[in-house]
Nanobody, 116 residues
Framework: QVQLVESGGGLVQAGGSLRLSCAAS????????MGWYRQAPGKQRELVAR???????DYADSVKGRFTISRDNAKNTVYLQMNSLKPEDTDSYYC??????????WGQGTQVTVSS
């Protein structure tokens, strides 16, 4: 089992920045991908960015060039630096990790609101 604790959401004006953090505990040796996903009410959860244990990253097209994901394996923490935020980035953001067996674990979610 993996437990996740997220922090860093909030309210920001368009063009501003926020940094999300997610710390993992528990069976951390089993973690491969760590990432961030977002979900609007009534919609499916979608990938924002993810990073593999050895550094490979994937980004949604809508955030490329604006968001940067990073990972500190020593601290078992993943970060999402969000710059040039837009109102359409408003969503609930969830930290998600996948272990080597493909099992997924989720954080409780943090709200990001971007005002125009």
């Amino acid at each position: 089992q993996v437990q996740l604790v997220e922090s860093g959401g909030g309210l920001v004006q368009a063009g501003g920045s926020l940094r999300l953090s997610c710390a993992a505990s528990g069976s951390i040796f089993s973690i491969n991908y760590m990432g961030w996903y977002r979900q609007a009410p009534g919609k499916q959860r979608e990938l924002v960015a993810r990073i593999a244990r050895y550094g490979r990253t994937d980004y949604a097209d809508s955030v490329k060039g604006r968001f940067t994901i990073s990972r500190d394996n020593a601290k078992n923490t993943v970060y999402l630096q969000m710059n040039s935020l837009k109102p359409e980035d408003t969503d609930s953001y969830y930290c998600g990790v996948y272990d080597w067996g493909g099992n997924a674990y989720w954080g409780q979610g943090t709200q990001v609101t971007v005002s125009s």
